[in-house]
T-cell receptor
Framework: DTGVSQDPRHKITKRGQNVTFRCDPISEHNRLYWYRQTLGQGPEFLTYFQNEAQLEKSRLLSDRFSAERPKGSFSTLEIQRTEQGDSAMYLC???????????????FGNGTRLTVT | GDSVTQMEGPVTLSEEAFLTINCTYTATGYPSLFWYVQYPGEGLQLLLKATKADDKGSNKGFEATYRKETTSFHLEKGSVQVSDSAVYFCALRRTGNQFYFGTGTSLTVIP
């Protein structure tokens, strides 16, 4: 179990640029989540995949945000035309779940810290 | 909607002191409850969980009991150590696949 890995750890970009983050979940986990965390707050749900299907999206996920998990393994989160308000820690988590399994915990990566200048 | 409310920090304790971090939740049905811990520079890690009323989750000397009558899941430890300094997040998961997190409570333990 190598854990959830995220790349890059830090990203500094100028307003208006596009950025893409990658997440590699624990290999046998079929569920993958993206969360956003700002200073002094808990993680806020952005979106969730079961295998390659994106099943839920938060209203926080504006049309500038897009996430993919093309082969049901790694996932990417892209932010287009970044704004200063996008500065945050972007967390990826995975879990092993099946229908009705509501107590499977999340396993988090260390996050990608985005700074938009 | 579903939500979690944690006591505000920061909390500063001396080593070997007793710790309580309060957590209450709002949810319909029967959520699963979790405590996550985030050590400096690291990602969130599961500390303990409870999946039904009156369950007690425990790990590393920490305990929390799922109290449905008071909708609470308070975290306790009898004797904290410097290495317990971290941010602690209470979370719930109901039907569906969203986890709802509290705002976190920062704990600093001084020798």
């Amino acid at each position: 179990d190598t854990g959830v890995s995220q790349d890059p750890r830090h990203k500094i970009t100028k307003r208006g640029q596009n950025v893409t983050f990658r997440c590699d979940p624990i290999s046998e986990h079929n569920r993958l989540y993206w969360y956003r965390q700002t200073l002094g707050q808990g993680p806020e749900f952005l979106t969730y995949f079961q295998n390659e299907a994106q099943l839920e999206k938060s209203r926080l996920l504006s049309d500038r945000f897009s996430a993919e998990r093309p082969k049901g393994s790694f996932s990417t989160l892209e932010i287009q035309r970044t704004e200063q308000g996008d500065s945050a820690m972007y967390l990826c988590a995975s879990s092993l779940g099946s229908r009705g399994s509501y107590n499977s915990p999340l396993h988090f990566g260390n996050g990608t810290r985005l700074t938009v200048t | 909607g579903d939500s979690v409310t944690q006591m505000e920090g920061p909390v500063t304790l001396s080593e070997e002191a007793f710790l309580t971090i309060n957590c209450t939740y709002t949810a319909t049905g029967y959520p699963s409850l979790f405590w996550y811990v985030q050590y400096p520079g690291e990602g969130l890690q599961l500390l303990l969980k409870a999946t039904k009323a009156d369950d007690k989750g425990s790990n590393k000397g920490f305990e929390a009991t799922y109290r449905k009558e008071t909708t609470s899941f308070h975290l306790e430890k009898g004797s904290v150590q410097v290495s317990d300094s971290a941010v602690y997040f209470c979370a719930l998961r109901r039907t569906g696949n969203q986890f709802y997190f509290g705002t976190g409570t920062s704990l600093t333990v001084i020798p």
